[in-house]
């Protein structure tokens, strides 16, 4: 995935209200306030003084025209923005990356299933009929290669992970995919001291049958590309 304009670099002030991110820009010495499109805690990711990259949009109806989209962390660079994750592993399936879900038909994104969910993939077709496909975004690092997921409580992951159970017991594959939008991280683990539910359910739906896999990638001010497979050591 590559980003369709140059970003722009700065120094982050700080990150509040979920979705929001004062940053000085190195350009001008500006200070503006742009979206931040995570809506999880970033342990590790806010830290005032930062160097980040933005994007910018010329969008006239959009209320911030800057977006949050790489961090500098721990000496990488680290990928932020959430809404990025399902097109990654979209473009990691369809070029191999995940070698298990692979001889598919079709490839649907945003699929309506279980109550009241879409799903973010769904394989039809070929020798493994109806796969359903869940990713989740990782970018926790408390400990050098090591990603962890959850970076913070998260009830809606609990529940993705019971409709994923449902489709097995259905007769059909699902999978989590687990994104490490890092490039220094080699191995995932469960934060199970963030969220106790979310390891429960987690072991819960492995269980029943969902599998597990999870890729990284990496990160620079041009793009955001997956390029390995991350082992699981769940």
């Given at each position: 995935m590559k980003?369709?304009?140059?970003?722009?670099?700065?120094r982050l002030v700080k990150r509040y209200k979920r979705f929001l991110a004062d940053i000085i820009l190195d350009?001008?010495?500006?200070?503006?306030?742009?979206?931040?499109?995570n809506p999880g805690s970033m342990l590790g990711l806010k830290e005032p003084g930062s160097r980040v990259w933005v994007s910018v949009s010329d969008n006239p109806k959009r209320k911030l025209k800057h977006s949050f989209e790489i961090i500098e962390a721990d000496g990488a660079l680290v990928g932020i923005?959430?809404?990025?994750?399902?097109?990654?592993?979209?473009?990691?399936?369809?070029a191999g990356a995940i070698p298990e879900l692979a001889g598919f038909e079709t490839?649907?994104?945003e699929v309506k299933y279980g109550k009241n969910s879409r799903i973010d993939i769904l394989l039809e077709g070929g020798s493994h009929g109806t796969t359903y496909v869940e990713v989740k975004n990782v970018h926790l690092m408390r400990q050098a290669g090591l990603a962890e997921f959850p970076?913070?409580?998260?009830?809606?992951?609990?529940?993705?992970?019971?409709?994923l159970s449902?489709?097995?017991?259905?007769g059909h594959r699902a999978a989590m995919v687990f994104l490490v939008q890092r490039p220094d991280c080699d191995r995932l683990e469960l934060a199970d001291d963030i969220d106790p539910n979310y390891a429960e359910a987690f072991a819960a739906a492995r269980?029943?049958?969902?599998e597990v896999?999870?890729?990284?990638?990496?990160?620079?001010p041009q793009a955001i590309e997956v390029n390995r497979a991350v082992s699981v050591d769940i």
């Open positions: 980003f369709p304009a140059p970003l722009q670099t700065g350009a001008d010495g500006s200070e503006i306030t742009a979206h931040c499109a923005n959430t809404a990025y994750p399902n097109k990654l592993v979209e473009e990691g399936i369809l490839l649907r994104r970076d913070s409580v998260t009830a809606r992951g609990a529940k993705h992970l019971a409709e449902d489709m097995v017991a259905e269980e029943a049958g969902v896999y999870a890729i990284g990638c990496s990160v620079t």
